[in-house]
């Protein structure tokens, strides 16, 4: 029971994330100091993209999948049955993989233009 409870925490974590991800540029657009958590975990997923390697929360859940029961009649819990459905889309690892970085190039294109807002406004500033 405990290792399905922390085996929700994990994947609702694993959601967060990828929500963060996803979206973390429009909370950058307002609190400048959260850019640079989103722009390491964009570099992060990038790495993990290129590397052709899993999030490490993913082995997390694969790991305290296993030391609960697996013989269960429910495998596992409403949590990680349907949250599973919209991490591990049902998609060719290819296309995901393209995806993220597709989206990651967007995000530091959005940060460069961003900062070269910042830097052409800073001047105006000062006078």
């Known amino acids: 029971m405990v290792y399905q409870l922390l085996s929700d925490f994990v994947i609702l974590l694993h959601l967060l994330w990828i929500i963060f991800i996803l979206f973390g540029f429009l909370l950058a657009l307002k ?24 999030c490490p929360l993913t082995h997390v859940e694969n790991y305290l999948h296993g030391l609960y029961d697996p013989q269960l009649l429910y495998g596992g819990s409403f949590i990680t ?34 900062l070269r807002r910042r830097r052409v406004a800073a001047p105006k500033l000062n006078k």
């Open 81 to 114: 049955n349907n949250l599973q459905k919209v991490i591990y889309l049902d998609l060719d690892e290819v296309y995901l993989r393209i995806g993220a970085i597709a989206w990651v190039g967007l995000n530091m294109g959005g940060y460069a233009l961003l």
């Open 31 to 54: 609190y400048f100091k959260v850019s640079f958590i989103h722009m390491a975990g964009l570099v992060f997923t990038l790495v993990l993209n290129l590397g052709g390697w899993y």
